[in-house]
């Protein structure tokens, strides 16, 4: 776990604690996300491959709604919606669905994201799949959960031993890098694996299902909830240089501090790191 601020956080307009609110909202906006997963939707383009979807807005709409009645406070930084500054050191960071392209196109594996900053640092996270029903919860100093049970980042001590997952984002050349670094480590790897949700891969990285898991090119709502889950399960995550990443870092890796370390080894020379 890692030692943050002890301090309690505040209470919410009701007298729920931050946790609370955050599953309550994931939990709501989840049971429509699912409602709608295999029905038609309106799809429209952001940029080069990137989508948005009603649901992604109807989504967002849902759980800002919850979030601001019961902190209306709080500043909040969510992927669809302009942001809001208010005068507080508490930020609201919420992705409506991690993994849009694969939930338009009828995969199976996306997530809600919720999270709360103070400050610069991660204090809080939920990563929710509907579909399976595995909610990930994370509060600073008090662990990392599946669904109320402790989960812990992998034990596994070599970068051979280790199934690797990933995501590229949408910058080209970087991500021909990235390629070229998953090349250089292949096969001498157990397995790879290209997500397509980051906070799933975080989330994953966090309870062992990834040994190691990297991504390219993040956004702040795709890291928010993985930055305090990993840490909190016995992980961490850095950047490319292999200092400790922050809700603004771009390209991340997350695993145990050994496995980190041999990643780094394993990768020193190669392009993508520099």
Same mark, same amino acid.
């Given at each position: ?29 989840? @049971? ?105 919860? @994370? ?104 200092? @400790? ?30």
């Amino acid at each position: 776990m890692t030692q943050g601020s002890t301090e309690p956080l505040p209470k919410s307009q009701s007298g729920r604690t931050v946790m609370e609110v955050c599953v309550d909202a994931a939990r709501q906006a989840g @049971a429509m996300v699912g409602s709608r997963f295999l029905t038609e939707k309106e799809i429209n383009l952001k940029g080069r491959s990137d989508i948005v979807t009603d649901v992604d807005l109807a989504s967002e709409k849902l759980i800002l709604g919850i979030l601001t009645s019961e902190f209306p406070q709080f500043s909040i930084l969510a992927e669809e919606s302009k942001p809001v500054t208010n005068d507080s050191e508490y930020t609201w960071v919420v992705d409506p669905i991690d993994g849009t392209r694969n939930y338009a196109e009828g995969i199976p594996h996306f997530c809600l994201v919720i999270a709360l900053a103070k400050g610069s640092e991660m204090v809080v996270g939920v990563t929710f799949d509907p579909l399976k029903d595995e909610m990930f919860t @994370a509060e600073q100093g008090k662990g990392a959960f599946l669904n109320g049970e402790r989960i812990t980042v992998s034990q596994r001590q070599e970068v051979p031993e280790s199934i690797l997952g990933f995501d590229l984002g949408y910058v080209d050349e970087k991500a021909g890098l990235a390629l070229d670094m998953v090349r250089s480590l292949w096969p001498n790897i157990l397995g790879m694996r290209l997500m397509g949700s980051s906070a799933l891969g975080l989330a994953y990285a966090a309870c062992g299902r990834l040994d190691i898991y990297f991504h390219n090119q993040l956004s702040p709502w795709d890291i928010a909830s993985g930055l305090v889950l990993v840490r909190e399960a016995g992980g961490n995550v850095v950047d490319k240089q292999g200092e @400790a990443a922050n809700l603004f870092t771009p390209s991340i890796i997350a695993s145990s501090p050994r496995l980190i370390d041999r990643f780094l080894r394993a990768t020193d020379s190669l392009e993508w790191r520099k």
